[in-house]
């Protein structure tokens, strides 16, 4: 068994596996007719299932076979410009290779005996995405797992900054719009179920400054303490970004931690032509960047970055045995554990390090351009379709939109033929996008983080929607 362990004896066979692995996901990559086979869990749980576990085929050719079957063939592949989905991306190149590198080597980024020049890769990262922002040298930040980590310890530092309150008058300031993560981490952090204070929407969907301010007030009236304001540069469902500047004036005012949850607008820090729609973010006290969404990274790569540094102090814990307590005299070691939520940690970092020496900032920039230009030109064709209705003018890469049929019909029935619509789509493997409801009523969505879909991709599915929604309404109102 020893022979499988990656060593200096095995180096070669190392070179092959990974070879013989990329190929068969090269070759995947280059036939893939959809984004999707349209396999259904119970058509393909029974293959996963017959997989004994127990019974090693003992040849990596054998259960790369195997992979082919249980996996490759039936996966869904963001790189297709037809999936319009969720916030995935293709990812570059250098990324790639980059992950190919982490894994084989599996440094470990929580302590410097573990990862050596990774951890000063990553610092150096953090303040570079620092000076990005607009955050000066006290700035700092680390790594993490994804948007909702960051988001979480953002407001794990808000908390602690906030002082001896009781939880129970604590309270977060958050958009409509915003991510279900700010309410999963206010439960997390015994805030209370109360704690979330959920701010409504101008027709853009960004968070209504007049409305935050006037909660604020209510907020300090009644005895509370406004522990935090999460501002949304990017939301999920219309990439809608909040008023930053009016926001930051409103946290000042009220001593409130201002949080900026940028996992998906991150892209516009290296944006040639969209930066200004970031400003005031540099007054945030801390910021969410997911790269693995507009930095077209593999996951995870994710970061939370403060304001002040000094600030991630309370995350930090001792341990004898990993990173002992030290007098101020000693040598100082960076010790990224000091900063994190994680203990073991992979070194993502290296991904965006390889992708910013080979293809530069504004390589990157330019790719999310492109894709911000497309939703444009998506709103265009679907405000000029008669079969459609759209919610919002796109501020980032998202189009939310609706089917609706030429004749009258319930709107219960509309709503049924949009989702069977999606449904539909999926089973058919010709295109994936997404779901969501505006004001309780099902709509569809393009996510468009793919350079490589045109308006004739937008155009085909749109008509492809159309057909499956008409073709369900034909038949169900006939029936009724």
């Not at 190149?93 to 573990?114: G, H, M």
């Not at 008669?386 to 939310?400: D, G, I, K, Q, Y």
């Not at 030429?406 to 089973?427: G, K, M, T, Y």
Request: proline share 5%; charged share 20%; net charge negative.
């Amino acid at each position: 068994m020893r022979s499988h362990l990656l060593n200096a004896t095995t180096a070669a066979a190392y070179r092959h596996s990974v070879t013989e692995g990329a190929e068969r996901v090269a070759r995947r990559l280059a036939t893939a007719q959809g984004p999707f086979s349209g396999i259904t869990p119970a058509a393909l749980a029974p293959a996963v299932d017959a997989v004994d576990l127990d019974r090693p085929l003992g040849d990596l050719t054998a259960a790369l076979d195997e992979l082919e079957d249980v996996y490759l063939r039936d996966a869904v592949y963001f790189h297709h410009p037809r999936y319009l989905a969720h916030l995935n991306c293709p990812v570059v190149l250098p990324a790639v290779a980059a992950e190919a590198v982490l894994s084989a080597v599996n440094s470990s980024l929580d302590t410097w005996d573990q990862s050596a020049g990774g951890t000063l890769i990553e610092r150096r990262l953090i303040d570079w995405t620092a000076g990005r922002i607009g955050f000066g040298p006290g700035a700092d930040g680390v790594f993490t797992s994804g948007g909702s980590q960051s988001n979480l310890q953002a407001l794990l530092l808000a908390r602690e900054e906030a002082g001896a309150v009781a939880p129970s008058r604590l309270r977060i300031f958050a958009s409509a719009c915003g991510h279900f993560s700010v309410q999963k981490s206010a439960t997390l952090l015994g805030l209370g179920p109360d704690a979330v204070v959920s701010v409504p929407v101008d027709r853009e969907r960004r968070m209504q400054s007049v409305v935050l301010a006037a909660e604020l007030a209510a907020c300090r009236a009644e005895g509370l303490v406004p522990m935090a304001i999460v501002a949304t540069a990017g939301t999920t469902d219309f990439g809608s970004i909040d008023p930053l500047p009016e926001i930051a004036a409103l946290a000042a005012e009220y001593g409130a931690w201002m949080h900026v949850d940028a996992a998906y607008g991150c892209g516009l820090l290296v944006s040639p032509t969209r930066r200004h729609l970031l400003d005031g973010i540099e007054r945030a006290d801390s910021v969410t960047v997911d790269f693995h969404k507009s930095f077209f990274q593999p996951v995870s790569s994710s970061a939370v970055l403060v304001r002040d540094g000094a600030t991630l102090r309370h995350a930090t814990y001792h341990a004898d045995y990993l990173n002992p307590r030290r007098p101020a005299t000693a040598e100082h070691l960076p010790n990224q554990v000091d900063k994190s939520l994680q203990t073991t940690r992979r070194f993502d970092a290296l991904k965006l390090w390889m992708t910013l020496r080979v293809m530069g900032a504004e390589g990157v920039g330019t790719l999310f351009d492109e894709v911000c230009a497309l939703a444009r030109e998506g709103h265009t064709l679907l405000a000029a379709d008669p079969r459609f209705e759209v919610v919002t003018e796109p501020s980032l890469s998202t189009l939310v939109f609706r089917f609706l049929p030429e004749s009258d019909a319930p709107d219960e029935a509309v709503d049924r033929a949009n989702l069977h619509a999606r449904q539909a789509l999926f089973a058919s493997g010709e295109a994936v996008v997404a779901g969501t409801k505006v004001d309780g009523r099902p709509h569809l969505k393009f996510t468009l983080l793919n350079p490589e879909t045109t308006t004739a991709d937008l155009t085909a599915v749109l008509d492809l929607i159309a057909g499956h929604a008409a073709q369900y309404l034909g038949e169900n109102l006939v029936h009724a």
